[in-house]
């Protein structure tokens, strides 16, 4: 008897950890659970102490609409400068961390990622006549003190909830093309 | 978010068509569709806008000088159904995973990842508009590298369609938000086919909009649809079919001043 149960369950202990191991290694690269952050960075501090007026300051817009999502090194730059000299305390000092990178280069990677069917566009949500908050999709970034995920999934039904409530269309292709 | 209150339209005049295939082009490179080995006219052919070739080299009547040719580029029609206001196309109604619908702008959608590929839409289409996807996408040399980010690659088993380049549409959108018009209204945009087509066969436009050219043009005496025989029936004849069968009613107008294509819409 315990051995026809053995026979009979064999299958699935081993099929099992193998399907585990697999759909955690695709959701992970789907839903980017293990986006690079090789820098630290302070979203709390950049905020208060050094007065960035709002999100928009490091992840703003392109001029046709499209949202830039997170800053390369040349926009740190900008308020980072490489020349300490002369400099208030109030100012940003030079990072040496950004020694190793292009002004292009984007070192972090984002947690936030839609899958490849969905056309998501930060404008049409952040900038229309009914607005989202940026910390209902990714958590209160404004109050972190490190690059840790805060909030990753970020699932269809939440999307609907947000629509339904604020009276805007569901149809598929609002978001779907 | 306002109301949408397009309804967007396309005529297409068969008149000013050379059958370059343009139009075909553009859209697979639009809408990140990859050309086969085999893609001829093969009934698997895997496109949005299908470019037909028909003459009336069958009429009996016809001699040989006078044998015609005309191009029929044929996308999805985005029918609406009996009634414009619950608009109800023959794809949508028999879709048991309510992966097609109709948008605000009477587009009908077709989301692929929904899709399980049953394939009833494309049985039930009266324009064969709609394509089931047999292989994985395989593009050639480097068209991997042009391919548009705001649209996704369909996978291989679902059915995909022409949606009028809702991507524009949105992609639009951003760019008159971004110059703070929240009106979503006021967004124009014009398909990849329309906009490719070097004679201007192909007008694109808003046929709720009474000044529209598309409006105009949908009016013409020229102006037919393509298989739609309810069109030149007196108005009760009309009611009395619509109230006893479903209709297509699509958006899409073609227009031709030659009788023999008109006379191939109908039943004989």
Redesign the interface.
């Given at each position: 008897m315990k051995r026809t149960l053995i026979l009979i369950f064999l299958p699935f202990l081993v099929v099992l950890p193998f399907s585990y191991v697999i759909s955690e290694k695709a959701c992970g690269s789907l839903m980017s659970f293990h986006a690079k952050k090789p820098i630290p960075f302070n979203h709390k501090s950049h905020i208060t102490k050094y007065g960035a007026a709002n999100c928009e300051t490091c992840h703003g817009y392109y001029e046709n609409g499209r949202f830039k999502g997170l800053p390369t090194v040349g926009e740190c730059k900008a308020c980072h400068t490489d020349n300490d000299a002369g400099k208030t305390p109030e100012q940003a000092r030079s990072k040496p961390f950004f020694a190793n990178y292009k002004d292009g280069d984007r070192p972090w990677e984002a947690f936030a990622k839609q899958p490849d069917l969905v056309y998501f566009s930060h404008m049409a949500v952040m900038k229309n006549e009914k607005q989202a908050r940026c910390s209902s999709c990714h958590g209160l970034k404004e109050d972190s003190m490190t690059t840790a995920k805060i909030k990753g999934k970020m699932p269809m039904g939440q999307c609907m909830d947000c629509h339904t409530a604020l009276k805007i269309s569901n149809a598929c292709m609002v978001c779907h093309d | 978010?306002?109301t949408?209150k397009r309804k967007w339209g396309m005529a297409i005049d068969l008149d000013k068509c050379t059958g370059c295939g343009a139009c075909s082009i553009a859209c697979m490179q639009e809408n990140n569709l990859p050309m086969f080995t085999d893609d001829s006219d093969s009934p698997k052919r895997v496109t949005f806008l299908d470019l037909m070739r028909v003459t009336n080299d069958r009429d009996t009547d016809k001699k040989f000088g006078d044998v015609e040719t005309a191009f029929i580029p044929k996308m999805c029609q985005q029918c609406e159904g009996n009634d414009p206001k619950n608009p109800k196309p023959p794809c949508v109604s028999v879709c048991p995973v309510v992966a097609t619908?109709?948008?605000?702008d009477g587009?009908v959608?077709q989301?692929?990842?929904?899709c399980i590929g049953c394939r009833y839409c494309q049985a039930s289409c009266p324009y064969e508009a709609r394509v089931f996807n047999w292989w994985k996408p395989d593009y050639e040399g480097s068209f991997k590298e042009g391919l548009s980010p705001?649209?996704?690659?369909p996978s291989r088993g679902t059915v995909i369609k022409c949606?009028f380049c809702?991507?524009i549409w949105?992609?639009e959108?951003?760019?008159?938000?971004?110059k703070g018009v929240?009106d979503i209204n006021a967004v124009l945009y014009t398909p990849s086919c329309a906009s490719a087509c070097p004679t201007g066969a192909i007008i694109f436009g808003d046929l709720n909009d009474q000044a529209s050219e598309v409006s105009r043009l949908a009016k013409d005496k020229r102006a037919f649809r393509l298989v739609h025989t309810i069109d030149d029936k007196p108005e009760e004849e009309k009611k009395r079919l619509m109230a006893i069968k479903h209709y297509p009613n699509p958006k899409v107008y073609y227009l031709s001043s030659k009788q023999w294509i008109k006379d191939m819409q109908k039943f004989k």
């Amino acid at each position: 008897m315990k051995r026809t149960l053995i026979l009979i369950f064999l299958p699935f202990l081993v099929v099992l950890p193998f399907s585990y191991v697999i759909s955690e290694k695709a959701c992970g690269s789907l839903m980017s659970f293990h986006a690079k952050k090789p820098i630290p960075f302070n979203h709390k501090s950049h905020i208060t102490k050094y007065g960035a007026a709002n999100c928009e300051t490091c992840h703003g817009y392109y001029e046709n609409g499209r949202f830039k999502g997170l800053p390369t090194v040349g926009e740190c730059k900008a308020c980072h400068t490489d020349n300490d000299a002369g400099k208030t305390p109030e100012q940003a000092r030079s990072k040496p961390f950004f020694a190793n990178y292009k002004d292009g280069d984007r070192p972090w990677e984002a947690f936030a990622k839609q899958p490849d069917l969905v056309y998501f566009s930060h404008m049409a949500v952040m900038k229309n006549e009914k607005q989202a908050r940026c910390s209902s999709c990714h958590g209160l970034k404004e109050d972190s003190m490190t690059t840790a995920k805060i909030k990753g999934k970020m699932p269809m039904g939440q999307c609907m909830d947000c629509h339904t409530a604020l009276k805007i269309s569901n149809a598929c292709m609002v978001c779907h093309d | 978010m306002a109301t949408m209150k397009r309804k967007w339209g396309m005529a297409i005049d068969l008149d000013k068509c050379t059958g370059c295939g343009a139009c075909s082009i553009a859209c697979m490179q639009e809408n990140n569709l990859p050309m086969f080995t085999d893609d001829s006219d093969s009934p698997k052919r895997v496109t949005f806008l299908d470019l037909m070739r028909v003459t009336n080299d069958r009429d009996t009547d016809k001699k040989f000088g006078d044998v015609e040719t005309a191009f029929i580029p044929k996308m999805c029609q985005q029918c609406e159904g009996n009634d414009p206001k619950n608009p109800k196309p023959p794809c949508v109604s028999v879709c048991p995973v309510v992966a097609t619908d109709v948008g605000d702008d009477g587009v009908v959608s077709q989301i692929w990842s929904r899709c399980i590929g049953c394939r009833y839409c494309q049985a039930s289409c009266p324009y064969e508009a709609r394509v089931f996807n047999w292989w994985k996408p395989d593009y050639e040399g480097s068209f991997k590298e042009g391919l548009s980010p705001d649209v996704s690659v369909p996978s291989r088993g679902t059915v995909i369609k022409c949606t009028f380049c809702s991507h524009i549409w949105k992609r639009e959108r951003d760019r008159m938000l971004a110059k703070g018009v929240k009106d979503i209204n006021a967004v124009l945009y014009t398909p990849s086919c329309a906009s490719a087509c070097p004679t201007g066969a192909i007008i694109f436009g808003d046929l709720n909009d009474q000044a529209s050219e598309v409006s105009r043009l949908a009016k013409d005496k020229r102006a037919f649809r393509l298989v739609h025989t309810i069109d030149d029936k007196p108005e009760e004849e009309k009611k009395r079919l619509m109230a006893i069968k479903h209709y297509p009613n699509p958006k899409v107008y073609y227009l031709s001043s030659k009788q023999w294509i008109k006379d191939m819409q109908k039943f004989k």
